[in-house]
């Protein structure tokens, strides 16, 4: 992990299907205002400095999965399979597919990502479900690191209404 927090490394997922079923992580509720996280920075740390006195690993240190909602929503980190008593430690429903999708941009410009990610799985007859965003870089590091990178993921399901209406046509 950069000093900025920012992950050095990340999973090259753009475009890709993965089943993130089964995956241990550490999910810690976010208060939100109108999907606006409160205190994002702060809630962050916090959630590093507890895997740290757990000695949980990171799969990807400082990946940070971030789902926004209307009041609250949640970050989630990916860990190495451990067992450990603490709360907001669970492993994600099987199966848990999500589409990847790295958007090169700022926030301002990522509805034209989100619309295209979105488009691609409808097409292909999957439900959308809830968006998580990973930030890349920071406001720090984007210059030096080829300018600002979120990955999209969003969380989708076979949708058998969608594939046959998909089939039939217009």
């Not at 067992?83 to 990522?110: D, K």
């Not at 809830?130 to 030096?144: G, K």
Request: net charge positive.
């Amino acid at each position: 992990m950069l000093e900025c927090g920012c992950p050095t490394a990340y999973p090259d997922w753009h475009n890709q299907d993965i089943n993130l079923g089964g995956q241990f992580v550490h999910i810690m509720p976010v208060p939100m205002f109108l999907h606006m996280p409160l205190g994002f920075e702060v809630r962050v740390a916090r959630q590093g400095a507890i895997l740290e006195q757990l000695g949980l690993k990171e799969r990807w240190p400082g990946l940070v999965l971030t789902r926004s909602a209307a009041w609250r929503g949640a970050i989630m980190r990916l860990l190495e399979e451990a067992i450990s008593p603490a709360r907001y430690l669970e492993h994600l429903p099987n199966p848990f597919q999500v589409r990847g999708y790295l958007h090169q941009g700022s926030v301002e410009n990522m509805p034209a990502s989100v619309k295209k990610l979105q488009g691609e799985l409808v097409a292909a007859g999957r439900r959308p479900q809830e968006l998580y965003l990973c930030y890349l870089t920071c406001p720090h590091c984007s210059a030096a690191r080829g300018g600002e990178k979120i990955l999209l993921l969003r969380r989708w399901v076979e949708s058998p209404a969608l594939q046959r209406k998909l089939k039939s046509g217009p």
